[in-house]
Structures are given as C-alpha cells and as structure tokens.
Nanobody, 115 residues
Framework: VQLVESGGSSVQTGGSLRLACAVSGFAVDEFAIGWFRQAPGKDIMGIICSTGRNLSTSRFTISPDVAKNTVYLQLNNLKPDDTAVYSC????????????????WGQGTQVTVSS
C-alpha cells in the first residue's frame, strides 16, 4: 500500500488549493480515505473523511476519482490558521474521521497560508 500526496503550496489568505492523494494497492471507493493536518506544535486533526463519496464542509471538499485511484481535497477561502502539513490516510470502510481509525499514511504535503 502506498499513498502519495501532492499539491501543497504557499498561498495568500482567501486563496484555494487542490491536494491529491494517489493510492496504490487498494481501491479508493472500497476503503475510507481521510485527510488530516498537523500544524506546528499541535496534534494531528481529521479534516474530512469518506468511503467512496464526495463530501463537503463549508470550505473543504473530498472527492474520490475511481478511474485515477486518487482522492482530492479542495481547500477554499484559506486562512493563516490552515497552515499545516496535510496528509491522507487509508482505513477500513466507514471509518470515523479520527487518526486512530486509519492504518496507512502518506508522507504529507505542506500548505502555507500568508496574511
């Protein structure tokens, strides 16, 4: 199993980014994929998690692409507090969005938001 994130960058407040999580070894529509982030000095926090479906919060959207076996995270209206290392992880289908539920992790990609 391998998960590889990409798309992290430096943006200004109010900007948008799309992160990608390329998965090998498991089908993204059959297992839970979660996006998490860790800010400096803080614990890893779940952002949004899904098993094979598009889901949205007020600013973030997770969207699996079965053909590419890749899961995307759209980040909108970014704020300086969103600065963190963003990681994707794979877990059993239907997992809640807590780090303890996820077994396989990517290496992370840095998102930096400046004011």
């Amino acid at each position: 199993v391998q998960l590889v994130e990409s798309g992290g960058s430096s943006v200004q407040t109010g900007g948008s980014l799309r992160l990608a999580c390329a998965v090998s070894g498991f089908a993204v529509d059959e297992f839970a994929i979660g996006w998490f982030r860790q800010a400096p000095g803080k614990d890893i926090m779940g952002i949004i998690c899904s098993t094979g479906r598009n889901l949205s919060t007020s600013r973030f959207t997770i969207s699996p692409d079965v053909a590419k076996n890749t899961v995307y995270l759209q980040l909108n209206n970014l704020k300086p507090d969103d600065t963190a290392v963003y990681s994707c992880a794979l877990g059993p289908p239907g997992s809640s969005c807590h780090k303890s539920q996820f077994v396989h992790w990517g290496q992370g990609t840095q998102v930096t938001v400046s004011s």
